[in-house]
């Protein structure tokens, strides 16, 4: 049945015009769509490798998507999330943008407020979630780490966005929290592709690359 509604765009109505969405990949009946990548890109913290091309990054970013939402249909009936799951992937979302006004001003911009911004991140918190409980405890940030990335990525995106530059101690938890998950991503390949081998996923945006 959901083969006669996946099509390639979607039309959308919204105060008297035409938004034409893009499906970017389907896992199961669940859809990510070109505007599910944008949103994902000016919210969440993510880091672009200097040598990546906007379209390499464009398809990392669905990669994480599709992880967030495997994960997330595979584990969601097992959790019971707490304001603290939430405020946990809200914290460096905020820290990103300098102050919550400001984050508040860019949900505007996607015509989301406050319940949207928690539905979208919903699956995130899931994710982040399950694995912290499986990786994430049991690895170690050397500070010299910490300071390494608060220098060559921290600051330059903070000068790059315009925005204050908080000191190395105030950053620490954060900076370490980040290392955290991106090695606990590391760790964690085989087991998100083994969940993925659960789902019937289609990669729209990365077909049509090649």
């Not at 389907?26 to 913290?45: N, R, S």
């Not at 405020?87 to 911009?109: D, M, T």
């Not at 921290?154 to 190395?168: A, C, E, I, S």
């Not at 105030?170 to 760790?187: C, D, G, S, T, V």
Request: charged share 35%; net charge negative.
């Amino acid at each position: 049945m959901f083969s006669k509604i996946l099509i390639s765009l979607l039309v959308l109505l919204q105060a008297n015009t035409i938004l034409i969405d893009k499906i970017a990949a389907v896992v199961d009946d669940e859809i990510i769509t070109l505007t599910d990548i944008d949103k994902a890109i000016q919210v969440y913290p993510l880091e672009q490798a200097g040598a990546e091309s906007g379209e390499s990054f464009y398809i990392e970013v669905l990669h994480r998507l599709i992880a967030h939402k495997t994960v997330y249909l595979e584990y969601k009936d097992e959790l019971k999330l707490t304001e603290e799951d939430y405020a946990a992937v809200q914290r460096p979302i905020i820290e990103k943008f300098g102050s919550l006004e400001k984050l508040l001003a860019l949900l505007k911009r996607f015509d989301m407020d406050w319940a949207d911004f928690k539905d979208f991140i919903k699956e995130k918190v899931v994710y982040e979630k399950v694995l912290k409980e499986k990786f994430l405890d049991e690895i170690k940030i050397d500070y010299r780490e910490i300071e390494t990335f608060y220098n060559r990525e921290y600051v330059p995106r903070q000068q790059g966005l315009n925005l204050k530059v908080k000191n190395l101690v105030e950053m620490a938890p954060l900076i370490e929290k980040e290392l955290k998950e991106n090695r606990a991503e590391e760790k964690s390949f085989g087991w998100l592709q083994e969940i993925e081998t659960s789902y019937h996923i289609i990669n729209k945006l990365q077909k049509e690359s090649k």
